[in-house]
């Protein structure tokens, strides 16, 4: 799969206002979670090979809607959704971004695949650990992505990515290591293609 162009689609503040909307332009989708900061917006401009497509923000908690991304004239989207685990949002924010994810992954009628976004450098949070908990009690069919894959040598690259699988109960195989300069592009279109 060569991505040729991307554009943004539109933003749903609500997950069945999103659902409505999806059930009348039935394109395959695949969603990218994961915590706050961890680079899912970084990375959708990544693999559309455009800087600006998605706002990006060294401050936690930028993307706050469903926001959804069209691939090569219709071949499928991306929906770029809100982070979890900002602990600087207010009670009622954590929640309602909490909200927005599940209200995506229970009712978007176009979802094929989850991409779950993790920081390289650490090993998962308890709500990444939890969020592969939730995609298999659904059975919902996930690849997990290491981000910022920069930011290490290679040898601890290499020993991240085998703890990370560890940790979520995966094989190695399942997580691909990424970052800004598009390292993992050709491996993550790939992925796209099987799921398509
Ligand atoms: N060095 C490096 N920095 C990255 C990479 N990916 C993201 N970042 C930085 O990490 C910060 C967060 O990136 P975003 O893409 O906005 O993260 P996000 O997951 O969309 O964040 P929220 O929308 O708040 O959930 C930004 O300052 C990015 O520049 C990467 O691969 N390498
Ligand atoms: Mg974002």
């Given at each position: 799969m060569l991505i040729k162009n991307a554009r943004f689609v539109t933003g749903f503040a609500s997950g069945q206002k999103y659902s409505e909307y999806a059930a009348d332009c039935p394109i395959p989708e695949i969603c990218v979670v994961g915590r706050s900061n961890v680079g899912k917006s970084t990375f959708i401009n990544m693999l559309a090979g455009q800087n600006k497509l998605a706002r990006t923000s060294?401050?936690?908690?930028?993307t706050r809607l469903i926001n959804i991304f069209d691939f090569n004239n219709g071949a499928f989207r991306l929906a770029d959704l809100p982070g979890y685990g900002f602990a600087l949002a207010s009670k009622s924010e954590r929640e309602d971004w909490g909200g927005l994810i599940e209200d995506y992954l229970q009712y978007?009628?176009?979802?094929?695949h989850t991409l779950l976004l993790v920081d390289s450098?650490?090993?998962?949070?308890r709500q990444d650990v939890e969020m592969t908990e939730y995609l298999y009690y659904y059975r919902m069919p996930f690849t997990v992505v290491a981000t910022k894959?920069?930011?290490?040598k290679k040898s601890a690259l290499s020993r991240n990515i085998s703890d990370i699988a560890a940790a979520l109960k995966i094989g190695r195989d399942n997580v691909i290591a990424s970052d800004v300069s598009g390292l993992g592009r050709d491996k993550i279109c790939e992925k796209i293609e099987s799921v398509l």
């Open positions: 060294s401050t936690p908690g930028r978007s009628p176009n979802l094929k450098r650490h090993l998962p949070t894959c920069d930011k290490l």
